[in-house]
């Protein structure tokens, strides 16, 4: 039977059904995990519990200190996180940074809907994930399983897409997957205590890619770093973004442009971008660049 430590941190799949309201903050009972968690030893934290849509670097950071202590006192065979799915793709960017160096199985899991709805996704995304931490541990896979679990709406089965490869979810709640390998920089046991022990975090101004958006409006000081959302074709094409890159970069202010990609030839306005000081973090997806950007205070 395998030990697999759960870590309860809010979200829907930690919710209930009160009249036409959903409330946030409720446990799991003992009937969902009969049905969700049999054949499996399984002891249960939650450390504390937010919102997903108001969830903050600190609260991650502190959910990970969690794990890390529980990890370490007394070793599972896996882990199992259970998280909001607004945010899933975020968390588990920097999770997967953050808490590879454990070198054991971890899989982050919600709901699109709460436990006691009918139609309700938790049961079989626990169960499949529970199954896929069983595997992980018997093949002594390690960190190599470490991913997010969601319901497909085409499908309507459970399905996995690893950490590094997770974006956040659309209107139906899927978490895509971006179609390139990824950054795999990990952070070793001392870099992550590190990152966690700093009480704050950088300011990332993180800028949509829409149409218009207007950058003259911004005060760039505000900021630490800047993070870009480019369009499909790896550029931003706005007149306004390269004088707003100029800017920044003359008050000592990075801005980056993800996911961009390396291609044979460039548009114009991806070099004239080039020119002003932004800079392109190829093959990763923009969760994984704010993650990224998120660990550069350790440098």
């Given at each position: 039977?395998?030990?697999?430590?759960?870590?309860?941190?809010?979200?829907?799949?930690?919710?209930?059904?009160?009249?036409?309201?959903?409330?946030?903050?409720?446990?799991?009972?003992?009937?969902?995990?009969?049905?969700?968690?049999?054949?499996?030893?399984?002891?249960?934290?939650?450390?504390?519990?937010?919102?997903?849509?108001?969830?903050?670097?600190?609260d991650y950071k502190e959910a990970f200190k969690a794990i890390i202590d529980e990890v370490e006192k007394d070793r599972p065979d896996g882990v199992l996180i259970l998280h909001g799915t607004d945010t899933a793709a975020y968390f588990a960017q920097l999770?997967?940074?953050?808490?590879?160096?454990?070198?054991?199985?971890?899989?982050?899991?919600?709901?699109?809907?709460?436990?006691?709805?009918?139609?309700?996704?938790?049961?079989?995304?626990?169960?499949?994930?529970?199954?896929?931490?069983?595997?992980?541990?018997?093949?002594?896979?390690?960190?190599?399983?470490?991913?997010?679990?969601?319901?497909?709406?085409?499908?309507?089965?459970?399905?996995?897409?690893?950490?590094?490869?997770?974006?956040?979810?659309?209107?139906?709640?899927?978490?895509?997957?971006?179609?390139?390998?990824?950054?795999?920089?990990?952070?070793?046991?001392?870099?992550?205590?590190?990152?966690?022990?700093?009480?704050?975090?950088?300011?990332?101004?993180?800028?949509?890619?829409?149409?218009?958006?207007?950058?003259?409006?911004?005060?760039?000081?505000?900021?630490?770093?800047?993070?870009?959302?480019?369009?499909?074709?790896?550029?931003?094409?706005?007149?306004?973004?390269?004088?707003?890159?100029?800017?920044?970069?003359?008050?000592?202010?990075?801005?980056?442009?993800?996911?961009?990609?390396?291609?044979?030839?460039?548009?114009?306005?991806?070099?004239?971008?080039?020119?002003?000081?932004?800079?392109?973090?190829?093959?990763?997806?923009?969760?994984?660049?704010?993650?990224?950007?998120?660990?550069?205070?350790?440098?």
């Amino acid at each position: 039977m395998n030990n697999i430590l759960v870590c309860l941190l809010g979200g829907t799949i930690g919710s209930h059904i009160d009249g036409k309201n959903i409330k946030l903050g409720s446990s799991l009972n003992d009937k969902f995990w009969a049905k969700a968690g049999a054949g499996f030893n399984l002891r249960k934290i939650s450390p504390l519990s937010y919102s997903s849509e108001d969830a903050t670097v600190q609260d991650y950071k502190e959910a990970f200190k969690a794990i890390i202590d529980e990890v370490e006192k007394d070793r599972p065979d896996g882990v199992l996180i259970l998280h909001g799915t607004d945010t899933a793709a975020y968390f588990a960017q920097l999770a997967v940074r953050v808490l590879s160096f454990l070198d054991i199985p971890v899989v982050i899991t919600g709901s699109k809907l709460p436990p006691d709805d009918p139609r309700t996704d938790a049961i079989k995304n626990v169960k499949f994930s529970l199954a896929l931490l069983a595997a992980g541990a018997l093949s002594e896979a390690g960190c190599k399983t470490f991913g997010v679990v969601f319901c497909d709406s085409f499908m309507g089965e459970s399905t996995f897409v690893p950490a590094r490869l997770a974006t956040d979810p659309d209107y139906n709640g899927d978490h895509k997957k971006f179609a390139v390998k990824g950054d795999e920089s990990f952070l070793g046991r001392k870099e992550a205590m590190e990152f966690l022990s700093k009480e704050t975090s950088p300011k990332i101004l993180t800028i949509p890619n829409v149409p218009g958006f207007p950058y003259d409006t911004i005060d760039v000081s505000s900021y630490d770093m800047i993070l870009i959302e480019a369009y499909h074709s790896g550029t931003q094409n706005s007149k306004l973004l390269p004088e707003f890159v100029r800017k920044a970069s003359e008050a000592k202010v990075r801005c980056y442009l993800a996911p961009a990609r390396v291609n044979k030839n460039s548009y114009e306005s991806e070099n004239e971008l080039t020119k002003a000081g932004l800079i392109k973090m190829t093959d990763i997806p923009l969760e994984g660049a704010w993650a990224q950007l998120q660990l550069l205070q350790n440098n």
